[in-house]
């Protein structure tokens, strides 16, 4: 009887360095969820996970080699969403439609949502997560359509929200 022949590697997983050398993980698995759901938030870019302090410049009496810059409050940019345009009806391009068209004001709880982003490895586990909290629908864009072209119609969302948490899962890494 012929041994058990081995398991075959997966072209897709990455090689585990054995000199404890830190491999950043690649940029481009990642998923999206909206309030937790996941059903149609395939996206081809997600940016604008981005906070910075806003600072007071203090000038000192009798200090003329420096002005203190004192901060202020955090701020955060715009979270900028990007996919090629759903044809079905889409929980998501409902919330961004309705939203835009007047009634983010009129639906329960203010129409915010809890954005979650989560970049992935090979096995669907989260190495990185990004909570964005309090997320609302500032702008929706589509490319142009073009007869002459033969590129995949666009849309993007831009969000404004109140701020983001970062967890990390070295476990999975």
Do not use: C
């Amino acid at each position: 009887m012929p041994p058990p022949a081995a398991p075959t590697k997966d072209p897709r997983e990455r090689p585990l360095r054995t000199d404890s050398v830190y491999v950043p993980p690649p940029a481009f698995a990642f998923r999206v969820d909206i309030d937790g759901a996941e059903s149609d938030t395939s996206f081809q870019e997600v940016s604008g996970l981005e906070v910075q302090f806003e600072t007071e410049d203090v000038v000192e009496g009798g200090q003329n080699r420096f002005v203190h810059r004192l901060p202020t409050r955090t701020k955060y940019s715009n979270l900028v969403l990007k996919r090629g345009v759903v044809t079905q009806k889409s929980p998501f391009g409902g919330w961004v439609s309705h939203a835009l068209s007047g009634g983010l004001v009129q639906q329960r709880g203010g129409g915010r949502k809890t954005i979650g982003i989560k970049l992935i490895n090979e096995k669907r586990q989260p190495l990185v997560a990004w909570d964005v909290f309090g997320a609302y629908p500032l702008r929706w864009e589509h490319t142009p359509l073009n007869a002459m072209g033969n590129d995949v119609l666009i849309e993007t969302v831009e969000l404004s929200y109140q701020f983001f948490q970062r967890q990390n899962f070295p476990q999975a890494a």
